[in-house]
């Protein structure tokens, strides 16, 4: 097994996760995160070593992600559809039937795009600040303290 | 200053332990007396566990799905380099029709690997293997390597050519993207 092979069987649920989080939907997740293997296997030589392989392959990640939810904002059908699925699967999916899950899940979509990005990055991709950063082109810090504040106030959330 | 709202700064990196050892004191001596603070620090001390499913397929079956897919389109990639080299060492004129395929070749090379290395290498290599074996009468050994180098050359340009397309054209689509 190569490295990127390693790499990849390593973050592949934590990849999936990720995705799983930010859109509701099990198949897409399992699409994206395939796609992420595809794309990785195909550009292996732009790699250059400035981050970790396992890095590399969450900018991957949320390169189809952004692409993903772009493609769905022009097209007013998969809107629909994504509309729907959210109303469906929020109560009739095995893997949200736990009350707390559908909460957090659901304090995370409302954030705005930084700390969202921090707290699945962080909570499903189960990534370091420091790699967060890097991600997002900021600090360590950064993401750290957007981490801790942001769970303080979901925590507040959750006890009301 | 209110104390509070300094330590509400700072309790990010006092959860991780990061503080310097005064001011980590200097944040303890707070907190017993302010309940708001402590109420903080236990929510951001809080663990938050959110079991999500795993993946139906194992990331193994996706590799090796992958993989093989990938071979295919590149074993398409370079079957068709050959077959161009073959039909264009044929009819060696530069025709009309050799001229695009190479810039076709060549784009759609750059396309699928996004870098300049293949266009190059597969109009070269395949043109310059075919063409060497052709039948130079009694045309020393450097003659025959030049005349067919610049051939070769002349179809990596073409390639190179067509690459260039692919790339301003990828260019402009993600500029699209981005508006």
């Not at chain 1, 799983?20 to 796609?35: F, G, H, I, S």
């Not at chain 1, 999916?93 to 954030?111: D, P, S």
């Not at chain 1, 600040?129 to 959330?157: C, D, N, P, W």
């Not at chain 2, 194992?58 to 080299?85: H, P, S």
Request: glycine share 2%; charged share 25%.
């Amino acid at each position: 097994m190569n490295t990127l092979e390693r790499a990849y069987m390593d973050v592949q649920p934590k990849l999936y996760r990720y995705f799983l989080a930010q859109l509701y939907d099990r198949e897409m997740a399992e699409d994206l995160t395939q796609d992420v293997f595809y794309t990785a296997l195909k550009r292996l030589h732009t790699f250059r070593g400035e981050a970790s392989l396992e890095t590399w392959l969450f900018s991957i990640a949320r390169f189809h992600l952004l692409n993903y939810i772009r493609s769905k904002k022009k097209d007013p059908i998969l809107q629909e559809e994504w509309a729907l699925q959210l109303a469906r699967e929020s109560t009739e999916e095995e893997w949200l039937a736990k009350e707390e899950t559908r909460t957090i899940l659901a304090f995370i979509q409302t954030l705005p795009s930084p700390p969202k990005e921090v707290m699945t990055l962080r909570l499903f991709g189960e990534r370091s600040f420091a790699e967060i950063g890097q991600l997002l082109g900021k600090s360590e810090t950064y993401a750290r303290v957007t981490f801790h504040r942001t769970k303080q106030k979901m925590q507040q959330r959750l006890e009301e | 200053m209110n104390r509070c709202a300094i330590v509400e700064d700072l309790l990010p990196l006092y959860v991780d332990n990061l503080l310097q050892e005064e001011t980590k004191q200097w944040v303890e001596e707070h907190l017993p007396q302010c309940p708001s603070c402590q109420t903080a620090l236990a929510q951001m001390e809080e663990v938050i566990t959110v079991d999500l499913p795993n993946p139906n397929e194992e990331a193994a079956k996706t590799i090796k799905k992958v993989t093989r897919q990938m071979k295919r389109y590149e074993f398409i990639l370079v079957t068709l380099a050959f077959l161009l080299a073959m039909r264009t060492t044929i009819i060696p004129e530069l025709t009309f029709n050799g001229l695009w395929a190479y810039a076709l070749l060549g784009g759609l090379l750059y396309a699928f690997y996004r870098t300049w290395l293949p266009p190059i290498v597969l109009s070269f290599v395949p043109s310059f293997l075919y063409y060497v074996q052709d039948d130079f009468g009694d045309a020393s050994f450097t003659e025959i390597i030049i005349s067919v180098a610049s051939m070769g050359t002349i179809y990596t340009l073409l390639s190179l050519i067509g690459a260039f397309i692919a790339y301003a054209w990828i260019q402009a689509l993600q500029k699209e993207e981005q508006r």
